[in-house]
C-alpha cells in the first residue's frame, strides 16, 4: 500500500526535511495589515517580527477544507491509497476540523491525527509516522507512532511578553498569568493541547537557564533516540547560545536552530526561544 504523510506548516519542518522524509506540507495563511501571505512561499518570520514591533495588525488563518482537500486529491492522482495527516493542536486551532471535513470529501481513507501539540513537536510526530511507513507499518501503526511522538515530546517556551498569546486567543491557561506577567518570565509549555504555564521566574537569564535544565531533564527520561530543535523569533544570539549550553550538558556536536514559522511566529512574539524535544 502506498502510504503518504500530510502535515500542516506550523509543524516548523524543514523543506529538505520534509522532502526526504517524504511529508507533504500544507501551508497556512498569514495576514500583515491588509496584505495576505501565504506560510513558507511569501512571507518570513523576520517580516512577521517587524509588524509586530511596529504595531502593523498580524493574524493567521487556517488551511480551508478545499485546500486540504485539493491536496488529498492530488496525493490520490499520483497512486497514494490511504493517507496520515497529522496536525497542530484542535485546543489552539482549527486546522484538525479542515482536514477532517476534506478527508470525508476525498475517495481514499485519510487518518486525521491531532498531536495536542504545536510546532516542532508537530514535526517530529509527521516525521515519526514518515519513519513507521518507510519500516513497513500499516497506516495504524503509523498513525501510532505520531500519537506516541507526540505524548513522549516537550515544548519549553520562553516569551517576553504574553500580550501576543492574548491578542491570537492562544493563551490557553497561562491566562492566569496576566496579572503579574510584569513581575514574571513564565516558562510556558503545551499541556493536554493548550499553552499552559510551568514555571515562573523572575529575570530572563534565571529563565532561560531554567529551559535548558529543564530540557536535560525531559531528555533523561527517554530509554533511546530522541528529536531536538530550537526556535525562535528575532532572538538569533540567544537561541545560538542555548543551542551551545544544550550541546555541553547532553553530549551532542550540534543542535539545529531555526526561526519559528511565520503563523507561530504571530503568536508567540519577538525575543520567543522555544525548545522541542521529542523521543524517536
Known amino acids: 500500500m502506498t502510504v503518504a504523510v500530510v502535515t500542516d506548516s506550523t509543524a516548523s519542518l524543514d523543506p529538505d526535511d520534509a522532502a526526504r522524509e517524504g511529508i507533504t506540507v500544507v501551508p ?64 489552539v486551532s482549527g486546522t484538525i476540523d479542515a482536514a477532517r471535513l476534506a478527508a470525508g470529501r476525498v475517495e481514499i481513507p485519510v487518518r486525521v491525527v491531532d498531536t495536542l501539540n504545536a510546532g516542532l513537536a508537530t514535526g517530529y510526530a509527521a516525521g515519526a509516522a514518515a519513519r513507521a511507513r518507510d ?21 519549553l517556551l520562553y516569551v517576553d511578553t504574553l500580550e501576543y498569546l492574548r491578542r491570537g486567543g492562544r493563551i490557553g491557561r497561562a491566562a492566569a498569568l496576566i496579572g503579574s506577567a510584569l513581575s514574571v518570565k513564565p516558562i510556558l509549555t503545551i499541556d493536554d493541547g493548550q499553552v499552559t504555564p510551568l514555571e515562573k521566574v ?31 523569533l528575532a532572538n538569533a544570539d540567544v537561541a545560538a547560545s542555548i543551542a551551545d549550553q544544550l550541546c555541553e550538558r547532553l553530549g551532542r556536536d550540534a543542535i539545529a536552530v531555526d526561526e519559528v514559522g511565520a503563523d507561530i511566529g504571530a503568536h508567540v512574539g519577538p525575543g520567543t526561544i522555544a525548545v522541542t524535544v521529542s523521543a524517536r
Open 28 to 91: 497556512t495563511t498569514v495576514i500583515i495589515g491588509a496584505r495576505v501571505y501565504t506560510e513558507g512561499v511569501d512571507v518570513t518570520s523576520q517580516m512577521i517580527a517587524d509588524a509586530l514591533r511596529s504595531s502593523v495588525p498580524v493574524s493567521t488563518s487556517r488551511p480551508s477544507p478545499e485546500t486540504f482537500q485539493s491536496v488529498y486529491e492530488a496525493l490520490a492522482a499520483t497512486g497514494v491509497e490511504e493517507i496520515v495527516s497529522v496536525h497542530i493542536s484542535s485546543k
Open 135 to 155: 519500516a513497513g507499518a500499516d497506516p495504524a501503526g503509523m498513525v501510532a507512532a505520531a500519537e506516541e511522538a507526540a505524548r513522549s515530546a516537550m515544548v
Open 202 to 232: 523572575r529575570t530572563s537569564s534565571k529563565a532561560l537557564s531554567r529551559l535548558v535544565t529543564l530540557a536535560v531533564e525531559k531528555v533523561a527520561t527517554y530509554e533511546g533516540d530522541y528529536d531536538i530543535g530550537i526556535q525562535h
